[in-house]
């Protein structure tokens, strides 16, 4: 059976779906009537092209994806049936589920689109295995990835969203570390086991901009490294680079459009970050002629620094604000799950770059 990075990415997209279909998980009711009502509803009296774009587009990748999975890893003999129909499943139980949610709206036109969605993005995925194109991007897989290289590229795929959520810091993922004491402070309050939580001696502090800028520049080599990982050595790597910090920065700037307008999206480019930028445009490419054993290490030493740095951050004001934007519904269906992507990546890539070295040294 053939890995294939198609399966993750299809499982990531399902539950960003399910995350987008059944926000803000709030407010459940039973209206007393059967979970699938909604399909003998009468026609709508008011529908936009919007709303038929949005949840015919919705599912398009989801179906490409599931095609492309079941293409490449022999699960399934019909891939075309097995997208329509996962797709189809899927919509049906996020439609019912929605039966009960006090803000959102069941409706058999949305389930009906969706599922059309799905087909056509195996439909599509189908086109461009018959004119060739998967052939041609397995065998440029091959050229530029190592062998089983699909976890780190889900992971590289996944870096700019994690991006879009706003950081306290430019490009620093992975700040948990202040909100789990507050949650781990709110869920002992009134019991006695609250005296048992570590108190600090001193308050978090803003960092200095010499800090900053170390943080902004391992924020930037870590995708970089973890590149370099999965990528074979050359020019491959030296290419890939300045694509990566590129595709970061650019990232980052939409997350500044995204909360505070477009006249600020480079608002974030102080100099600590400027110096940080440049610094990783130089220090990236020399980094990328490590060899292929000492590339996760390197990738541990980066995250196990960079966490530090950034966990011993408060956030600023300015964030607070941002984030009291997008939690209030500025971002509906979106930001939750943004934000626990910004959390969690720096540690998925951790337990990804251990696994390397696991299997490494299994193999040695």
């Keep these: 059976m053939h890995k294939t990075a198609a399966s993750p990415l299809a499982l990531i997209y399902a539950v960003l779906i399910v995350y987008a279909s059944l926000y803000p998980f709030a407010d459940w009711r039973n209206q007393g009537m059967v979970a699938w009502a909604f399909l003998l509803a009468p026609l709508p009296r008011y529908w936009t092209w919007f709303d038929t774009a949005i949840n015919l587009t919705g599912y398009v990748p989801f179906g490409g994806l599931l095609a492309l999975s079941a293409l490449r890893s022999g699960r399934s003999q019909h891939p075309l049936r097995f997208a329509f129909l996962c797709a189809c499943l899927l919509s049906l139980g996020m439609e019912t589920l929605q039966g009960f949610l006090l803000v959102r709206v069941a409706s058999r036109e949305d389930w009906l689109l969706n599922s059309v969605g799905g087909l056509a993005g195996a439909v599509a995925t189908l086109a461009l295995e018959r004119l060739g194109a998967i052939d041609r991007w397995s065998h440029f897989r ?26 306290a810091v430019p490009f620093g993922l992975g700040q948990i570390l202040e909100r789990i004491e507050a949650a781990v402070a709110e869920q002992l309050a009134d019991t006695p086991f609250l005296d048992w939580l570590p108190v600090r001696e001193i308050e978090l502090q803003p960092l200095l901009p010499s800090t900053e800028l170390l943080c902004v520049l391992l924020g930037l080599l870590i995708p970089c490294l973890l590149g370099f990982c999965v990528i074979r050595p050359g020019v491959r790597r030296l290419l890939f680079a300045p694509l990566a910090i590129g595709i970061g920065t650019l990232a980052t700037a939409l997350s500044a459009t995204l909360s505070w307008g477009p006249e600020h999206a480079w608002a974030w480019l102080d100099l600590p970050s400027q110096v940080a930028l440049v610094a990783a445009l130089v220090l990236a490419p020399l980094l990328s002629f490590a060899p292929a054993r000492a590339c996760p290490a390197l990738v541990l030493l980066a995250l196990g620094l960079y966490l530090g740095i950034l966990n011993q951050a408060p956030e600023s ?3 607070a604000q941002t984030l009291q934007a997008w939690e209030q519904g500025r971002f509906i269906r979106f930001n939750g799950l943004a934000q626990w992507l910004g959390w969690l990546w720096p540690y998925a890539v951790l337990g990804y770059a251990l696994s390397l070295i696991w299997q490494r040294d299994a193999t040695t």
């Design 142 to 167: 091959r050229r530029w990835f190592v062998a089983n290289s699909h976890g780190g590229l889900v992971l590289l795929a996944t870096w700019p969203l994690a991006l879009l959520f706003p950081p």
């Design 317 to 319: 004001p300015y964030f």
